[in-house]
């Protein structure tokens, strides 16, 4: 595919997203740029997901922006990607799921045969082409879910807790993808609880706590001297609330 | 066994006769080209209301739920009304063929195809909806999406319609007139052989009706099976 222009930066600006009137993100900002891993931490109910989602514009913010600030960013929806916790399978077979995200693009059928091809060698699928979907262990249909997001060639690629439920095998095969798509410029923001994960992946951390974004900061930094106190509460295991 | 006058031993009789060979295939041609219309129109309309987002589209919905408890003599009248000579739809010409009988069909079965499918493309947009927001597929492919991949309940729908029109006696009584030849039907001529005591014939038709209804769901589940096999034959 010709190379587009690209949508990042990532701007967000004094975001809020309240239901009912109850606060559930408040006045969050910050930047995403070019390159790298970023992992969103924090305790369950912290806004993770939320945030994930009002920034792949899912979403709608009560207040404040997400703005794609780069040359691109006009065409931002159909440059990016995202994985849930839950893969969601249509049913259909293990190639047609890959095939109709490519399809809604617009695609010609040639083409997309050829990526369809290319993603399930990829995620090691290949054999399970003709296979239902859903009929799919957990580590498969997450492996499936993110070579079909990969497919797209997004830029940048959300993931809400992509290995949460999975075992360790699983876990191993889901970070080499993402690993690999980064190395070749995908831009990474995923949420995750497992530390041992996101000191794995993180090039930079957002600790969330109550829909507040406490810290925002490259990972070494974050995990080796993290500079509030709900940081070190949630790194010590200590934080409840 | 000829002249016997058991209406059993009459019933086996009369299944070889050519008249019911006539009346068979008329009942037939009209209920499944009636569920044939009341499926190509029902089954989009059930999911654009699941998927749209519209005023008055919750009270549209009770509505078509509503509709598909439809009594077939009240439809029966209302197409009765709408095609007499009188009537706005008169010049045409339609009372008493069996073009009259599919239209009144069609709108026995149009709210269930169209209610059963909106349920069907409602759930599994509940679980596809991120998703496919996600991949920015809009709603008119979302619609074309999901009732593909819910074919398995959409083909259940379809038999409910069928169901419907095949056993039905009010609408196609009224509209179609029972005519000898040209509108006689199953349910139409069950009730007039056992009007005029003919148990014999009567019996027989009910016989024929029920194995066509058990058969075209045989032939269903063998279709639905068959479609699962091949897919769980590719693992």
């Known amino acids: ?241 | 066994m000829a002249d016997s006058t058991d209406p059993f031993v009459l019933a086996l009789n009369t299944l070889t006769s050519p008249a019911l060979a006539e009346i068979v295939g008329l009942s037939l041609g009209v209920s499944l080209t009636a569920v044939a219309v009341a499926v190509v129109v029902g089954f989009p309309l059930g999911g654009a209301l699941a998927l749209y987002r519209f005023p008055g589209r919750g009270a549209l919905t009770v509505v078509v739920n509503a509709l598909m408890g439809l009594p077939p003599v009240v439809v029966g009248l209302l197409v009765y009304l709408m095609l007499s000579r009188s009537g706005p739809l008169g010049v045409f010409g339609l009372l008493f063929t069996p073009t009259a009988m599919i239209i009144a069909q069609v709108v026995l079965v149009l709210p269930i195809t169209a209610a059963l499918s909106r349920q069907v493309v409602e759930d599994l947009w509940r679980e596809y909806e991120e998703q496919l927001r996600s991949l920015g597929c809009g709603t008119f492919d979302s619609l074309l999406l999901c009732l593909w991949d819910g074919r398995h309940a959409l083909v259940t729908a379809a038999l409910a319609g069928f169901g419907r029109a095949s056993a039905e006696v009010g609408a196609v009584m009224i509209v179609g007139g029972n005519i000898d030849h040209v509108t006689r039907t199953m349910t139409t001529a069950i009730a007039l052989e056992t009007s005029k005591g003919d148990l014999a014939l009567a019996l027989a038709l009910g016989a024929v009706l029920m194995t066509v209804s058990l058969s075209v769901n045989i032939a269903a589940a063998l279709v639905r099976r068959d479609i699962r096999h091949r897919e769980e034959a590719t693992r």
């Not at chain 1, 899912?58 to 600030?69: F, H, K």
């Not at chain 1, 693009?105 to 990526?115: D, E, K, M, N």
């Open chain 1, 1 to 241: 595919m010709s190379p587009m222009p690209p949508i990042l930066p990532l701007r967000v600006d004094g975001l809020c997203y309240a239901v009912h009137g109850k606060p559930l993100l408040s006045d969050i900002s910050f930047a995403i740029g070019d390159g790298g891993c970023t992992v969103i931490l924090g305790p369950n109910g912290a806004g993770k997901s939320l945030l994930l989602r009002l920034c792949h514009g899912l979403l709608r913010p009560s207040a404040g922006q997400v703005a794609w600030e780069g040359p691109g960013g006009h065409d931002a929806a159909m440059r990016q990607a995202m994985v849930f916790q839950h893969p969601i399978m249509l049913r259909r077979s293990v190639a047609a799921n890959v095939d109709i995200a490519l399809k809604v693009r617009g695609l010609a059928a040639r083409l997309r045969s050829i990526i369809v091809a290319e993603a399930l060698d990829r995620g090691g699928l290949t054999a399970l082409a003709r296979q239902p979907a859903r009929l799919l262990s957990g580590g498969e249909q997450q492996r499936l879910a993110i070579v079909r997001a990969l497919a797209l060639a997004p830029q940048i690629l959300f993931l809400d807790e992509p290995t949460a439920n999975l075992d360790p095998g699983s876990v191993r095969q889901i970070e080499e993808l993402v690993v690999k798509a980064q190395s070749k410029g995908t831009r990474i923001v995923m949420s995750t609880h497992d530390m041992a994960q996101a000191r794995r992946l993180a090039d930079e951390v957002m600790f969330l706590n109550r829909g507040r974004l406490i810290e925002y900061g490259p990972a070494e930094e974050f995990f080796n001297a993290p500079r509030s106190a709900e940081a070190q509460a949630f790194l010590r295991g200590d934080l409840h609330w």
